[in-house]
């Protein structure tokens, strides 16, 4: 999976550790999802966008491989 956030991050001026006490989660996460390691619950995919003022859609970007 990739994801938008590290150009949204900087869009907004946020660091990863200004995300991660948004959205209640370890500056490690935050690092894990930049990079595509790992997949973010649906809560916490949808705080992410709320916080970016975006569709999670827009945030986090899935291949048709990864949707079946």
Do not use: W
């Amino acid at each position: 999976m990739k994801t938008r956030m590290k150009e949204l991050r900087a869009k907004c001026n946020l660091t990863q550790q200004d995300v991660a006490n948004a959205v209640s989660v370890r500056r490690e996460t935050i690092s894990f999802l930049e990079k595509g390691t790992y997949n973010p619950s649906l809560k916490l995919a949808v705080q992410i966008a709320k916080l970016f003022n975006s569709n999670v859609e827009d945030v986090f970007l899935f291949t048709d491989e990864e949707l079946k």
